[in-house]
């Protein structure tokens, strides 16, 4: 691995470029040994795990000074962990690849880390900007099947571009500032985010529930609440799928699990297949185009409507099949069940202390906000429209949190190879308080 195929954009410096390694002291961390318990008591020294990820992944953090656990000096002494000062920069290099910060003090980390306590040459805060616009770049080249990893010796192989010292840190200030303004309008596009879903959910509780927040509560005339095994069909029911779905096989029967269970993510071309031997013993739950399929381990609650071609499909043990009768409307049975009034008593009910979900028994016996077929349709009809606006709008704003994030992507590679004077950029001097 070499710098141009990890960071091509580094090849465009108006700087020479060095390794990291030879302007700053490269390490890492470890992990003391779980089987002494002596060097997990009195543990006074802040050290970063993966657990710690979730601080950076918005990049909003820059300085991290919280850590989950903390380890033992005694466990220090006893491992290859080190104590890094603060001010040290950390890269995230094992599953959750790429994500940097500048320590707050002086900790240790786990195997997990790159660290690199920077020389007179190389400002912290410039070495962040610099290695968060690789992230993508380091994503894209970590190897491993199960835990992507960026291994050590290509660690060492990265580098960084070496302006002046005090140009590094009006590049630092400015993209400080600049992302920080970023920063705010992806908070009001999350927040947005979080609006709309929240009206989404009114609507459903007004529409589909007929405005009744709970069961307590009375219907309006020509409402019953019924359970929901009385809305199957009584020779189908509701039944889950297959406890070993064997193998995957390209021509096998295709087999949906409960994280395949979600709006327009039912198709052929995305489920794993079993091999017709198995799925011949679980006839019980093969699927008809029609049926609602809903996810009862895991993301408990999912719902989908099975489409015309997956008929004769099946499903694993993490899903379960709703035949539904002559009588019912199948999209507006899949908006009600996932209406707040009933997908509320379906969280309710899950149980299982590593495995959560809910079982039949108790799924059969929720309750549901009942009207005629002919009303059934009309709400369905009304609701699906409203919730076509509300996606139309997500979708917009999903859309400008990635436009976003790669003018935030760009800023910070131009700046960082000095594709532009960021003394002058957008007409602003942002070198106020920059010492040299």
Known sequence: MTDTNVAPWLTHSRWPTAPIRLVARLGSGHTPSRSV?????????????????????????????????KVSSLGLAHSAAVEHPAGTVILSRTASVGFSAIMGTSMATSQDFATWTCGPRLDPRFLLHALRGMSPDL???????????IYMPDIEQLRVPLPPLDEQRRIANFLDAETARMTTVGDALRQFDRDVR?????????????????????L?????????MHLTDPLRQIMYGIVLPGPNVTDGV??????????????????????REIEANYARSRLKGGDLVIAIRGSVGEVAVV????????????????????????????????????????????????IKGINIWDLKRVLVPTPDGETQAAL???????????????????????????????????????????????GRNVTDGVTA
């Open 37 to 69: 318990p002596e060097y997990w008591e009195n543990c006074t020294v802040p050290w970063i795990t993966l657990a710690d990820v979730w601080q950076l992944r918005t990049g909003n953090v820059s300085v991290i000074s919280e850590t989950k656990e």
């Open 139 to 149: 994503k894209r080249v970590a190897t491993g099947s199960t835990h992507k990893t």
């Open 198 to 218: 929240e009206r989404e959910r009114a609507v459903l509780a007004h529409q589909l529930n007929a405005g009744v927040r709970s069961v307590r509560t009375e």
């Open 220 to 228: 309006p005339p020509g409402w019953q609440w019924t359970p929901l």
């Open 254 to 275: 295709p087999i949906v699990k409960g994280g395949d269970v979600a709006a327009n993510r039912l198709s052929l071309n995305s489920l794993n297949r079993t091999t």
């Open 307 to 354: 489409p015309a071609e997956l008929t004769g499909a099946n499903l694993t043990q993490d899903a379960a099949r709703i035949s539904i009768n002559r009588s019912v409307h199948a999209e507006w049975l899949r908006l009600v069940l996932e209406s707040p009034l009933v997908s509320h008593q379906i969280q309710q009910r899950i149980t299982g202390a590593t």
């Open 380 to 426: 369905a009809a009304t609701a699906g429209r409203e919730i076509e606006t509300h996606e139309d709008l997500r979708s917009r704003v999903a859309q400008h949190n990635h436009l976003l994030a790669e003018r935030r992507q760009a800023l910070i590679t131009a700046a960082v190879t000095g594709q532009f004077d960021v003394t002058t950029a957008s």
